[in-house]
């Protein structure tokens, strides 16, 4: 049986961390994924796909993209349901994520120091692990070579 699913759109909504009660990061965000028609009005038309995050994915997500970010997410569905405060019955489905692409880089003028990750928690995590993270990058930004290519010998 297979049950896969790939989706490419932009989030409805910053991502934000929260965590289960055995301490296992996860972050629920909404993608809006374009319809490939319009519809009677003229005007194309989008789905709103409910997605689930788990783990580092979740924290990268709620440090590295925004409101408005087109990421890619390759996962799989899952249904559930519960009983609302009513006794009503209410079904769900989601995008489990096995995988985040963030297929947008990030704004050239913004800086680094602004992606912290947010959380339920109400800490900003602005910890050295932060910091480290932040001297890799410009670590390996000074060490990376710089490479001459013409536009001739590219394959594209």
């Known amino acids: 049986m297979i049950n896969r699913t790939v989706l490419v759109g932009r989030l409805t909504k910053d991502p934000e961390v929260r965590f289960t009660s055995s301490n296992i990061a996860y972050s629920r965000f909404t993608l809006a994924v374009n319809r490939t028609f319009a519809g009677p009005s003229g005007e194309r038309e989008a789905d709103f796909i409910q997605c689930i995050a788990w783990r580092k994915q979740a924290e ?3 440090r590295f993209v925004r409101k408005g970010s087109l990421i890619g ?4 569905i899952q249904t559930g349901s519960y009983d609302d405060k009513d006794g009503i019955r209410k079904y769900t489905t989601d995008v489990v994520a096995d995988s985040v692409q ?3 880089s990030k704004n050239q003028d913004s800086n ?3 992606y912290a990750p947010r959380n339920s928690r109400g800490d900003n995590n602005n910890n050295s692990n ?3 993270y932040q001297e890799r990058t410009v670590e390996k930004k000074q060490n990376t070579p710089s490479i001459d290519v013409s536009e001739d010998d590219l394959p594209f």
């Open 112 to 114: 680094d120091n602004n």
């Open 73 to 76: 997410v390759e996962g799989r």
């Open 102 to 104: 963030f297929l947008e």
């Open 60 to 62: 990268n997500l709620a």
């Open 130 to 132: 932060n910091t480290k």
